[in-house]
């Protein structure tokens, strides 16, 4: 599988020098980004018309990210020399039949003049000259060490997600702090939680194939992949790109602050035993990580307790995951209680689950009508959702399809599913700024909301006498308590945290020591959802729209 994008590999080493001196002096602040203003002050020197930039710019910016790195500003120099050549400029060009290797760079009026003058005005060793702005070290990567309560500078922002991190350390994250958000419901927010690739998790029973369909992906096993019938993955693992093949432990991973695993600490050492990142170098790891994860217990295997919130942390991963893919085989339809729960513990994460009905070549066709139909029953029982739920069909491994137990027409099947499925994959990089401004927005909300039960919680304590006593009844009560802040404040109630949950993290803590309601808080909530999101969004759109 392979992922759309710029490669630098396709452009000559010639043009590569061209092209990143173009970009570091297109780059005004030498941020290793080229945004908005800077493009279109470049751009205008191709003389090409403003529909045709801005297609360009679509194109390059696939991951809608607000801005160009060298790699993207490479593919935008090579499809507007191709538009100079009367090409018609589409998301397939570049794939398509043109030898990009021989292709000369753009003709960009009054550049070279502007490029010999910089020369003259800057030494040699100036950094904007030997491309050296491209090894800077992100200014963002700052700002989590600081207070939260410092101001982060507006022209520090050059990117979406930038601009998210700036807005989560100056109005989220200190009603977070305040109202002990990160206890009950999700870690406190880091700089690698922002800057960290896509990411895909494989969930199931054991042996249906999650290892070997990752595997198929990479075209090649990855450090400590075990595949067998029995359950031979037995820990949590992280596929993600390095610099060469290794296994890092839990232990080191949850503490390495480029990594945004930091949050996985809270399920103790017993998990992190379990738990492990193998690094290889590919192509497709660098656009998206993938999670494998132990296959989930049935009969009466699953009697025996993990040592660990199996549940908790694939709720953790869920929350962080861009896509989840729940694996069955036509000989596991049965839902255990164990997966149960864990298909339960994605509520909320409902857009990002994804069925696969693999290893379906291993029954025939009338076979296979009557598996699909006892899976959409399984299913129905389990996910309380009126739509039905997007099921792909297939044999996701190396081998052949088993043609004679399927047909012409089920291997057809089966390589439409694929390419779907494929298609569905390729999208989760173009989609992951998008995403990311979708799970900080509920996170916000679910942090406003959080805040009200808090200091709710807190009006109702008695100032003297009783403490203890009133303390019992509103946790008993808890249910009861939430309806209240729901009509109080007209929320949505699917928007409430599980009550159960929430009850057994507030028995831990003296509710007459939570802060009471902050209206300037929230207020600032309101108005970075209301105000500073859509004109963050404004300002990194494509500049020729």
């Not at 910016?61 to 801005?67: A, H, I, M, P």
């Not at 350390?169 to 958000?181: A, D, H, N, S």
């Amino acid at each position: 599988m392979e992922i759309d994008s710029a490669s630098i590999s396709s452009c000559s080493k010639e043009n590569q020098m061209i092209y990143q001196e173009w970009f570091s002096f297109a780059d005004s602040d030498s941020d290793g980004r080229i945004t908005g203003p800077d493009a279109i002050k470049f751009f205008s020197m191709s003389n090409l018309p403003r529909p045709d930039l801005k297609q360009v710019w679509a194109i390059a910016d696939n991951k809608r990210q607000g801005y160009l790195g060298l790699k993207e500003f490479i593919t935008a120099m090579q499809l507007v020399s191709l538009a100079q050549a009367g090409r018609v400029i589409t998301q397939d060009l570049l794939h398509s039949e043109v030898d990009l290797e021989n292709l000369k760079p753009p003709q960009m009026e009054g550049l070279d003049a502007l490029l010999a003058k910089k020369k003259r005005a800057h030494k040699p060793s100036d950094p904007d000259l030997n491309g050296s702005s491209q090894l800077q070290a992100s200014p963002t990567a700052s700002w989590f060490t600081s207070k939260s309560s410092k101001k982060v500078p507006l022209s520090s922002v050059t990117s979406i997600i930038d601009g998210l991190k700036r807005l989560y350390i100056q109005k989220l994250k200190p009603l977070e702090v305040t109202y002990r958000f990160n206890d009950f419901v999700s870690p406190l927010l880091t700089n690698s939680d922002f800057d960290a690739k896509p990411m895909v998790m494989l969930l199931g029973q054991y042996s249906t194939g999650k290892t070997t369909f990752i595997k198929h992906l990479l075209k090649n096993s990855y450090p400590g992949a075990h595949i067998g019938p029995e359950p031979t993955t037995d820990r949590f693992v992280v596929v993600m790109s390095g610099p060469d093949e290794r296994s890092i432990p839990g232990n080191t991973v949850a503490v390495q602050a480029d990594m945004p695993y930091s949050g996985l600490t809270t399920f103790g050492t017993a998990f992190l035993s379990k738990f492990e990142c193998s690094q290889m170098p590919h192509p497709l790891l660098e656009h998206i990580t993938f999670v494998d994860t132990p296959g989930v217990l049935s009969g009466e295997k699953q009697r025996t307790q993990r040592a660990y919130d199996f549940t908790g942390v694939t709720s953790w991963f869920a929350a962080k995951c861009d896509l989840i893919l729940l694996l069955f085989d036509p000989h596991k339809l049965d839902v255990s209680d164990e997966f149960k729960r864990v298909i339960s513990s994605l509520r909320g994460h409902d857009d990002k689950i994804r069925v696969v009905l693999n290893k379906a070549d291993q029954v025939d066709t009338q076979q296979l009508m009557r598996v699909y139909g006892a899976l959409m029953w399984s299913l129905g029982k389990v996910l309380n959702t009126p739509e039905v739920m997007r099921v792909y069909i297939g044999s996701f491994n190396d081998k052949p399809v088993n043609e004679a137990a399927v047909g012409p027409i089920g291997k057809e099947l089966f390589e439409k599913e694929q390419e779907d499925l494929l298609s569905d994959l390729k999208d989760v990089p173009k989609k992951a700024c998008d995403r990311r401004i979708n799970e900080f927005v509920k996170r916000a909300r679910a942090a406003k909301i959080h805040s009200f039960i808090i200091s709710h919680l807190r009006k109702e304590m008695p100032t003297m006498m009783g403490k203890a006593k009133t303390q019992q009844r509103l946790i008993d009560n808890l249910e009861e308590e939430f309806g209240k802040v729901q009509r109080e404040y007209h929320l949505p109630p699917g928007d409430f945290p599980n009550v159960d949950h929430f009850r057994e993290v507030l028995s831990g803590y003296s509710i007459d020591k939570f802060e009471r309601l902050k209206p300037k808080m929230i207020q600032a909530v309101d108005d970075m959802l209301g105000y500073d999101i859509p004109e963050l969004l404004k300002n990194f759109r494509n500049p020729y729209d």
